[in-house]
């Protein structure tokens, strides 16, 4: 098989909250006929990114075109997880036309890349592109990117200083790594804030790299998909804070899956989550829930104090409505007191 006759693929990475689901989920409704196929990794016990994409009722987009890969990083288990999940795609009598790969928010790209190497697949598939998403208004908010000249300066005076801090390697891994950086929430800032975060994501680039500005995920598929950069034959140019075969530590993070009852309403659940979120080491806070006397399934997302919901279905007949709510968080995180704040 010929390198234009390999099957492309987009690796979608990003930290926590970022909007890459919502990124791929804006792709594969404007497909416009293209087959595509997704596959989706997550941080922790609970499938919510895979089952919010094969539920979305987009045409095409169902539980067949949708691989979930739950409880473990992708970068991680590359031979026992990703590699025989993308077999199974590829062995299909239609194999897709382009597949999707959504990395979970504390996943390195770079060995994932590494793994388009392997002799049982590089001769089928190539990586498109690596896509890096950002959270404009973290990054703004200096969450997740330091200060470019402060850290240069605290180096010069002291050449033993490293990153030292999780958040912030995995945030710059996946910046190094990327073919093209979509700024995402951008219409959050304003033009100061966004000239801000352009300066911050520059400064840790290795290269040239295209920047786009998008409010909530909303990108071209034709800017997203079509890059070629064959990134699996271009590592070299992808620096990492972790050397080749070296996982990054996930001890780091933990994840638990907490009940919620029913909801009074989105409103009432939104500030019991944005309560939750100030439970310090807490990160993220995503899943599904009930609103009392209402047919739909709410979504609720929350990052930082930020917190967003939705009605995005109505629920199946014989569907459990048991709400229940992610909390992704630095390790040791008090989780009775995220749980209490969640209960109300």
Known sequence: MSLVEKIPC?????????????????????????????????????????????????????????????????????????VPALTKLLDRPEPPEHILIETSGLALPKPLVQAFQWPAIRSRVTVDGVVAVVDGPAVAAGMFAEDPDALANQRAADQSVDHDNPLEEVFEDQILCADLVVLNKADLLDAAGRDKVRADIQAHLPRAVEIVETEHGRLDPRVLLGIAAAAEDDLDARPSHHGEGEDHDHDDFESVAIPVGIAGSPEDLSARVEKAAETEGVLRIKGFAEVKGKPMRLVVQGVGRRVASHYDRPWKGSEPRDGRLVVIGLKGFDQDAVAAALRG
């Open 10 to 82: 987009t690796i979608v990475t990003g930290f926590l909250g970022a909007g890459k689901t919502t990124l791929v989920r804006h792709t594969v409704e404007n497909a416009r006929g293209r087959r595509l196929a997704i596959i989706v990794n997550e941080f922790g016990d609970l499938g919510f990114d895979g089952s919010f994409l094969a539920a979305c009722g987009i045409e095409g987009c169902n539980e067949d075109s949708v691989v979930e890969l739950p409880n473990g990083c992708i970068c991680c288990t590359v031979a026992d997880d990703f």
